[in-house]
Nanobody, 124 residues
Framework: QVQLVESGGGLAQAGGSLRLSCTAS????????LGWFRQAPGKEREFAAGISRSGSIKFYPDSVKGRFTISRDNAENTVYLQMNSLKPEDTGVYYCAANRDVAGRTRVDEYDYWGQGTQVTVSS
């Protein structure tokens, strides 16, 4: 099974940018569709971005569309989330997740493997 480790979180000002990375080990990285989720304090985990195995399909919720970009490097076993024009409401723990079934999944229970998360804090 695949293990996922996120990095790149931190503190940013509103309007700023951060780039998250998630590196996988223990599995065939290119077999997995990948997603980024986030969880704000006291709220449920929510979908933030998704990408298909080849990287040809990318999808986002309206809340981040035009500001966040997901990409992957299958040779480096890494998926990225570039976050621009950050807002205080983007604050939360960001998780990467993997599933082998179908691209386009947006629900937490549709992903099989999860990283430990990385904290993103956006100040106003």
């Amino acid at each position: 099974q695949v293990q996922l480790v996120e990095s790149g979180g931190g503190l940013a000002q509103a309007g700023g940018s951060l780039r998250l990375s998630c590196t996988a080990s223990g599995g065939a990285f290119s077999d997995y569709h990948l997603g980024w989720f986030r969880q704000a304090p006291g709220k449920e985990r929510e979908f933030a971005a998704g990408i298909s195995r080849s990287g040809s399909i990318k999808f986002y919720p309206d809340s981040v569309k035009g500001r966040f970009t997901i990409s992957r490097d299958n040779a480096e076993n890494t998926v990225y989330l570039q976050m621009n024009s950050l807002k205080p409401e983007d604050t939360g723990v960001y998780y990467c997740a993997a599933n082998r079934d179908v691209a386009g999944r947006t629900r937490v229970d549709e992903y099989d493997y999860w990283g430990q998360g990385t904290q993103v804090t956006v100040s106003s």
